[in-house]
Nanobody, 126 residues
Framework: EVQLVESGGGLVQAGGSLRLSCAAS????????IGWFRQAPGKEREGVSC????????FYADSVKERFTISSDNAKNTVYLQMNNLKPEDTGVYYC???????????????????WGQGTQVTVSS
């Protein structure tokens, strides 16, 4: 059984930092890329970042470039999202998902993901 478990969310002031973790079981990062998405209240889920360790590909949404950093620890089967200089508009539920084949045109498309975690809440106060 595949499971993705997010952790690390919380409440932080604007300008602060958080590090999210996505622990995967039932699959390996050698086979699947992991993407981070977020969903704000009343809005659609949007892609934030994705890391494909097999082909050394990393993707970021324009809104988080220079502020967020994605990384992976294949030995722990865990993907991290370091979020710095957080803004109120970064508030939302953050989900990680597993995608088998990824490129620049697919990493942010929800329909291409095979598995999802339950999400972790990130709230940035102004």
């Amino acid at each position: 059984e595949v499971q993705l478990v997010e952790s690390g969310g919380g409440l932080v002031q604007a300008g602060g930092s958080l590090r999210l973790s996505c622990a995967a079981s039932g699959l390996t990062l050698d086979d699947y890329a992991i993407g981070w998405f977020r969903q704000a209240p009343g809005k659609e889920r949007e892609g934030v970042s994705c890391h494909d360790t097999s082909y050394d590909q990393i993707f970021y949404a324009d809104s988080v470039k220079e502020r967020f950093t994605i990384s992976s620890d294949n030995a722990k089967n865990t993907v991290y999202l370091q979020m710095n200089n957080l803004k109120p508009e970064d508030t939302g539920v953050y989900y990680c998902g597993a995608i088998y084949v990824v490129d620049a045109s697919t990493w942010s498309k929800i329909s291409h993901y095979d598995y999802w975690g339950q999400g972790t809440q990130v709230t940035v106060s102004s």
